[in-house]
């Protein structure tokens, strides 16, 4: 199955981290978020990946065909932030009349894909959530989809599209996000997806819901760190550091080279390879590669990679290179 994943943005809620890193590429749990999805779009049996890509977009494409060699990856260039309809269209020389899915590469979820297996449908995955206004929402009518818009103004469902689409056909997905485009049918002066949907809709495109298991947010460090504590309550630790007269408490992830030495790390600690942390209390932080954390007490922190932490209490968010003497 193919499946276009939209990574375009540039994070300007998640710096400095994302000065130098694309936010797709951003630990969680020890690992990008872009692998956290691939791996669930795996169930679903993708073999295809288009990555619509900007700001950073080679990096993020160098690592996704390292990383899965295994799966034929090719991209597309967003140079005008103008919706996720547009964004969806750039990938239309790469498209068939087979399935397609669309997943947002900052998007994290539990679902069972492998339900979509030979589903003849247009699907879409939702929750409930508290503050509709915010999303994309599907408007029921008994177990029948019976209309989708894009950020309502008043509460008519609470039914949020969380940014994981399926199409029985990805070449009639591309004529509708075309005659969006055509129509000059824009939603807060962007091309919204979901727009294209209703007009699949009204056009007698049949649509199901798919429900969801989990929805992580990773748009701001605060959530981040949310989904990075869910992720390894759910899934548990790894790695094993070289401790030296220290307490390491679960769940917690610790990349190659990781050494503690006099401290205690835990719980919800994520840390890339080569970390080094002394004399110091951690925990509820996301360490990048590298980085070096002495003589502090650190919790709901990010830091990237080699940074340089010293000193005492506090809370950072730091984007690579950084040095931080408190």
Not at 75 to 92: R, W
Not at 114 to 143: A, C, H, K, Q, Y
Request: with cysteine.
């Amino acid at each position: 199955m193919h499946c276009i994943i939209p990574a375009a943005g540039k994070g300007t809620r998640m710096r400095p981290l994302t000065w130098s890193i694309p936010k797709p590429l951003i630990p969680v749990a020890g690992r990008p978020m872009l692998a956290h999805v691939i791996d669930s779009l795996l169930e679903a049996d993708v073999d295809h990946i288009t990555l619509v890509v900007g700001y950073l977009g080679d990096s993020i494409v160098s690592w996704a065909r390292a990383a899965y060699p295994h799966i034929k990856i090719d991209h597309a260039v967003q140079e005008e932030a103008d919706g996720l309809a547009s964004a969806v269209l750039l990938a239309e020389q790469y498209v068939t009349d087979g399935p397609s899915m669309i997943v947002l590469g900052d998007t994290l979820f539990a679902a069972d894909l492998s339900v979509l297996r030979g589903e003849t449908r247009n699907m879409i995955v939702t929750s409930p959530v508290e503050d509709p206004s915010r999303f994309g929402v599907v408007v029921m009518e008994g177990s029948s989809v019976a209309k989708l818009i894009e950020k309502p103004s008043e509460p008519i469902s609470n039914l949020a599209i969380v940014g994981v689409y399926y199409f029985a056909s990805g070449r009639k997905l591309m004529e509708y996000c075309r005659e969006l485009k055509e129509k000059d049918i824009k939603t807060r002066g962007e091309y919204q997806l979901t727009d294209a949907m209703q007009l699949m809709l009204q056009s007698g495109e049949p649509f199901g819901i798919l429900d969801i298991k989990g929805w992580f947010d990773c748009g701001k460090p605060e959530t981040l760190l949310e989904t990075n504590r869910e992720l390894l309550n759910r899934n548990g630790g790894f790695g094993t550091p070289v401790i030296e007269n220290s307490v390491v408490i679960d769940p917690c992830f610790f990349g190659e080279k990781t050494v503690i030495r006099n401290s205690v790390v835990g719980p919800w600690f994520s840390g890339g390879t080569g970390v080094l942390i002394e004399n110091s209390r951690l925990s509820n932080t996301i360490a990048g590669a590298d980085s070096e954390f002495k003589h502090v007490m650190l919790t709901e922190s990010v830091t990237g990679e080699r940074s340089i932490v010293h000193g005492s209490f506090c809370k950072v968010y730091t984007g690579d290179d950084s040095v931080a003497e408190i």
